[in-house]
């Protein structure tokens, strides 16, 4: 078991640019969750998908902000145009739905100048 | 709209002392995890509480859910130095399956 795996670990981008954030949830796990963590906000869920479809948007905080997941294994979370105030961890989290914990991937950090 | 709060945030303590983080949640929900959180790394789950009247224990932590009140707590026993971490609970909305985090408890164990 590989665990979710995020990339990349670090993205440094100026404001203005496109800045695609990856996730490979855990094999056979049909949740997956996009969270934002900062000092100031603590852990933001942004969005989660049942069985590759979005349920819940509400926390995305602007339009600049969109996630896809086309497949089982596959997720992307973009942010166009990137703002300083986007500089944050992002993490992506799967679970078997119905009672399991999130797994939790390593995070991406982003920095915005 | 599900709040999760908890407290305290930040907590310093002595080893060998005992303590206890609280979690309160706004709305109703029978499942609720705790996690850990070490310095610039991921989450790692602690347990899984499942049901009113849950609890659960691992070495020095141990973990109890009372639905009806809307509480978790999460209790350490006579605290060591590696046990330092941010702790988060983290609730589960019944009817969406949505998740949601509490702001986490700095938990900082002086040797």
């Known amino acids: 078991d590989a665990g979710v795996i995020q990339s990349p670990r670090h993205e440094v981008t100026e404001m203005g640019q496109e800045v695609t954030l990856r996730c490979k949830p855990i094999?056979?796990?049909?949740?997956l969750f996009w969270y934002r963590q900062t000092m100031m906000r603590g852990l933001e869920l942004l969005i989660y998908?049942?069985?590759?479809?979005?349920?819940?948007d509400s926390g995305m905080p602007e339009d600049r902000f969109s996630a896809k997941m086309p497949n089982a294994s596959f997720s992307t979370l973009k942010i166009q145009p990137s703002e300083p105030r986007d500089s944050a961890v992002y993490f992506c989290?799967?679970?078997?739905?119905?009672?399991?914990?999130?797994?939790f991937g390593n995070g991406t950090r982003l920095t915005v100048t | 709209e599900l709040k999760v709060e908890q407290n305290p945030l930040f907590l310093s303590m002595q080893e060998g002392k005992n303590y206890t983080i609280y979690c309160n949640y706004s709305t109703t929900s029978d499942r609720l995890y705790w996690y850990r959180q070490d310095p610039g790394k991921s989450l790692e789950s602690l347990f899984v509480l499942l049901s009113n009247g849950a609890v659960k224990q691992e070495g020095r932590l141990m973990a109890s859910l009372d639905t009806k009140a809307r509480l978790s707590t999460l209790h350490i026993t006579a605290a060591v130095h590696d046990l330092s971490a941010t702790y988060f609970c983290a609730v589960v909305l019944n009817r969406d399956d949505k998740i949601i985090f509490g702001k986490g408890t700095r938990l900082h164990i002086l040797p």
């Open positions: 989290a799967s679970s078997l739905s119905g009672g399991s914990p999130l797994h």
């Open positions: 998908f049942n069985n590759n479809v979005p349920i819940d």
């Open positions: 094999s056979g796990h049909n949740s």
